[in-house]
């Protein structure tokens, strides 16, 4: 997680190791879970589960741009800010990949694992996450899940069959979209820079196509966040060697934050 920065990913802040835990300081998500945002308020319109996962796909698309795949892609993974934005959390079964390197581990929730992870074969990494969104834009807009059974032996049948049910109410185009996702053959399954160009994707978004995200450069040098530090008590020299080396200290982590509450600061300064 050190790595990403993105605006629908959970920023990480801090790193705190200890003998026996490992405690991971990061962004909080007031709105709780996509999924139990979905037992609350049942299916999501075609327009706003389209605005949910214009985010989703944005977020694992830098993903797979950094070679990170997440693997436990799922409703309650997706959690919701104060602004109802998209934030992907749970890095736990993430890993990196490269090309021409097969990885083996079954990771994730079955529900949403991709029927190549069932047959315990071998995968390149991306593929694995398109299935599994695929589930998700299925979930946002039913309210239900494509592939489920009593016990997990129908439910690797479920979906190593590949069937599932189109409800009456969903529209052609996202109809299509799921099957481009919901393939499968890996092999065949499409990537994600297809899907940002996908028609149903765009409806409403005509002079905003999604497009891959570009991360900006980060500034670890505003002179007024450090001078704001030291004068909290900090020492400059520490400072500067914690957000040149990415320590992920309490230090970077208050110098972090303090980027994030420019507004408030300014209100402070201004006094």
């Given amino acids: ?19 026996k835990t490992l405690y991971l300081v990061m962004e909080y998500a007031s709105g709780g879970e996509v ?36 693997r436990d892609l799922k409703a309650e993974n997706l959690l919701l800010d104060s602004d109802m934005n998209i934030k ?14 097969k990885l083996d581990t079954f990771c994730g929730s079955p ?13 390149d990494g991306p593929e694995v996450d398109v299935w599994s ?14 592939f489920d059974g009593q016990n997990l ?9 590949g ?17 481009r996702l919901l393939v499968l053959n890996p092999a065949k399954r499409t990537t994600l820079e297809n899907i940002m160009r996908d028609k149903w994707m765009n ?22 966040r450090i001078e704001l530090q030291i004068s909290m008590g900090y020492v400059r020299k520490e400072v500067e060697d914690s957000l040149k080396d990415r320590k992920f200290d309490e230090i970077m982590a208050m110098y972090l934050l303090l980027g994030r509450k420019t507004t408030e600061w300014d209100g402070v300064e201004s006094r």
């Fill in 1 to 19: 997680m050190k790595m990403l920065d993105h605006p629908n990913i959970v920023k990480l802040f801090q790193v705190i190791e200890t003998e």
């Fill in 35 to 70: 999924f139990d945002y979905l037992v609350a308020h049942g299916r999501m319109k075609e327009k706003e589960a389209r605005a949910k996962f214009r985010q989703i796909l944005s977020a694992v698309q830098y993903c797979h741009q950094k070679n990170v795949i997440h």
């Fill in 88 to 101: 992907i959390a749970d890095f736990g079964f993430s890993n990196e990949f490269k090309e021409g390197t």
């Fill in 111 to 123: 529900p949403y694992a991709a029927p190549e992870l069932f047959q315990g074969k071998k995968y």
């Fill in 133 to 146: 969104l695929g589930v998700i834009l299925y979930t946002l807009v039913s309210g239900s899940l494509p």
């Fill in 153 to 161: 032996k129908e439910l690797r049948e479920r979906v190593l069959r």
């Fill in 163 to 179: 069937k599932y049910r189109i409800p009456f109410y969903m529209s052609t185009d996202c109809e299509n979209l799921l099957k």
């Fill in 203 to 224: 409806i409403g978004y005509e002079d905003e196509e999604l497009r891959p995200y570009q991360e900006p450069a980060q500034d670890f040098a505003d002179q007024r």
